[in-house]
């Protein structure tokens, strides 16, 4: 097998929501509270929500620009690359990576909608959901549904209410949509505990389903941020590992006791970890069970549970493919994480080859796309031939597309920063400022 | 080479203090000041400190006990294996266990001399600087200095003054102390920042005088209490990983650019999870430096600066030693952890033995007692010949030694649990009872 026989499928991107996102989706008489686009008035764009600034238009959606110029800051539209938000550039972009298939996290309301969840709390449960199937609606019908074979539709959860996220699991499911998003720490954004029967509903639903329930990392728990001194990338490396928690509670929680069939998947997570992981909540159950009484009913030991019900993914994880024995094979994914910083476009391909020396070929496979249509209920062959799948058929498709990085709005000088580099006390700085700046409400955004 | 010819050096067990360790090592004006032991009321006993109670005396202390009886639960002496406090004691057990030297970790002062430096933020300096010097006599002379040979004395810093810790450190090093504790997030116990250059003084003097820096799992990142529904064990399981987050802070810090001989141990932290954390630094230097602009003058990777400054270490651990070599042989070493709950007493060379099938002689003298040797400035075949120091000649001193469970205090059936089984929630209750319980002073303990 070369490089260019590989299918990939990415289990893990970034949708930047187009201005258009709400319009002709939501109910007339919600028409003119939807969310829309605005631009401040020192030119960045931001959404305007029930009078509240929302999440930036392209946090860290720095595609294509040089790295010099990468940052955390909010930007507009002119700044990004086009197929952050445009679907048609998005699979041109694609095509241009060789990368078939792609999953796509929200960037505007938030990871669990939670744009939506806030305003339900503070008492329009009506408007709440009407906004939120009208986003699902916009992502399955009008970004994955325009091309057939190279999505998989993502929802977003009703997140305070168990009761409707059951509905919506079961509502998308029946326009082809099997997999959700849910958070790695649900109490600590103010809902209940992940170990709370009150979820009971939704994991029913996505048991029923076979949908996929996809926890992302920096979804719950928050970012590294705890030492304003330590160069910033402390939290950029840390934030993967924050699912180790996670995956622990999942492990040891009740969760696939009552819903055998659930599948959970750990989304930008990497693997590298996880042959650590399995030894050590095996050590621990081993070693603590007689005194805590926890036990598992079927007899299994936590490694088994893990390797029974959770989906993990890499972007570039050399150790973790070493290790792939260890963790499981079939339930090892790939993610590319286009358009933010940690992504490897437009070299996935040979990024990731390199990780792939000497790894027989039906472990690639595996790896690379079978494991992920086999757990999303994911058929692309059934929209184009598997021929026309590989990173060469695909990147002969893209010849025309422009790869040359884009000067952008970052980009940054040591005497920026007072110790000559940006450390997580400067990045928190410019992440106010980018929410505190006054701005007029000019409708319509860049495009 | 057979499991009996194997050397195993501890650099992670913990000494629960005795009632006299301040007896005659702290000057005359301060003696009825000095820390003493009590019994409380319901028969547990407790080390009050200038009107406070302090740490539990055998806090999790529950070697020889079964595991049905494990628990973190504070104890009285009369129950512990007399291993925990009495140092006679202490040296047969490790023979039983075939353990060559120890390293010990403090229970009453905290792992950074907490209780000292609570009371020198109050004002009172001067008795603070007495008592911890006393203590950290005792735990030199009293403790190890009985047994030369069997321990690599640990001293721990007058936490509130990097300037009095320079000096500790030049002054127990004198002593032949070269290992001294430290917080993994100073900043979390209301210190300054590791990446404060207040600390300059003690990173000096420990660089100076080859003194390895320890930091303990729990030593200033808090446990994992963020989910009180959650059984314990995600507690428990997670507890090490917290190490990962301090050796970003590390590597990404400016300590080691100024003090190149410096050397930090991650203690009790685990190896499986390094080849993933070295991989995800590498890989976060490379992707963002040019933004950051956070650079190695010396041109090295963050992995090379990893495995020239910190030390590891590991309990059992199969998946890290099969990938030793990414981790760097020369960095690894063993813990037993005796007297916790995670430790391997009294089978540690049975457990330690499994995860070694197949490794060269030569990798399992590094890690278990050559990098020991060599990194912390311990010497014992100065005072034991090397024949007398393998499992098989230590064993064979220990026939008498009595390995047979001791039932304790601890044991609950699944009545005692809302949910059956011990969750977050019921642990911060049981130790939230244990420290309001009302005590009389009735001074000396169980001794």
């Given amino acids: 097998m070369q490089i260019e026989d590989m299918i990939l499928v990415s289990v893990d991107d970034v949708v930047v929501e187009p201005p258009d996102v709400f319009v002709g989706r939501v109910p007339k008489k919600y028409e003119d509270l939807a969310p829309k686009l605005i631009v401040k008035d020192d030119g960045t764009e931001a959404w305007e929500y029930l009078g509240n600034l929302s999440q930036s238009v392209g946090l860290n959606a720095v595609v294509g620009r040089p790295p010099e110029d990468y940052g955390l800051e909010p930007a507009a539209f002119s700044d990004m690359r086009p197929g952050c938000y445009d679907v048609d550039e998005r699979v041109r972009d694609m095509n241009a990576n060789g990368v078939l298939g792609s999953l796509c996290f929200p960037t505007v309301p938030g990871f669990v909608g939670e744009l939506f969840g806030r305003q339900a709390a503070a008492g329009n449960g009506d408007l709440a959901i009407a906004m939120l199937r009208g986003y699902n609606d916009w992502h399955i019908d009008g970004w994955c549904g325009k091309y057939p074979g190279r999505f998989i ?94 995956a622990t509670e999942l492990v040891f929680s009740d969760i696939f006791n009552k819903f055998p069939t659930l599948k959970i998947a750990l989304s930008e997570g990497g693997i590298g970890w996880i042959p650590y992981f399995l030894e050590r909540i095996d050590y621990v159950h081993e070693h603590h069970h007689r005194w805590t009484l926890h036990g598992f009913p079927s007899g299994k030991k936590p490694s088994d549970v893990f390797r029974e019900h959770i989906i993990t993914c890499f972007i570039d994880d050399a150790a973790g493919v070493r290790n792939r024995d260890l963790i499981g094979i079939d339930n090892i994914t790939w993610e590319c994480d286009y358009p933010h910083s940690d992504s490897t476009w437009p070299t996935a391909p040979e990024v990731l080859w390199k990780s792939l020396a000497g790894v027989p070929d039906e472990d690639i496979h595996k790896m690379t796309w079978k494991n992920t249509t086999k757990h999303f209920s994911y058929d692309p062959f059934k929209h184009i031939p598997k021929e026309g799948c590989t990173v060469a058929a695909l990147r002969a498709q893209a010849k025309d597309v422009d790869l040359t990085p884009r000067v952008g709005a970052g980009g940054k000088s040591p005497s920026d920063y007072a110790k000559g580099y940006a450390t997580v006390g400067d990045i928190i700085q410019q992440m106010a400022g980018a929410f505190s700046t006054a701005f007029e409400t000019k409708p319509g955004g860049a495009r």
Avoid: Y
């Fill in 153 to 246: 539709p993502l929802a977003i959860p009703p997140i305070w209410s168990p009761e409707l996220m059951g509905e919506e699991v079961r509502r998308v499911a029946r326009k082809g949509c099997h997999a959700i998003t849910f958070a790695d720490n649900p109490g600590n954004l103010g809902f209940p505990s992940l170990h709370s029967e009150k979820w009971d509903p939704f994991w029913k639903a996505c048991a029923d389903e076979g949908t996929v329930v996809c926890i992302h990392i920096g979804s719950g728990t928050r970012m590294n941020l705890q030492d304003p001194g330590a160069p910033i990338e402390v939290m950029i490396a840390g934030t993967p590992i924050t699912l180790f928690n996670c």
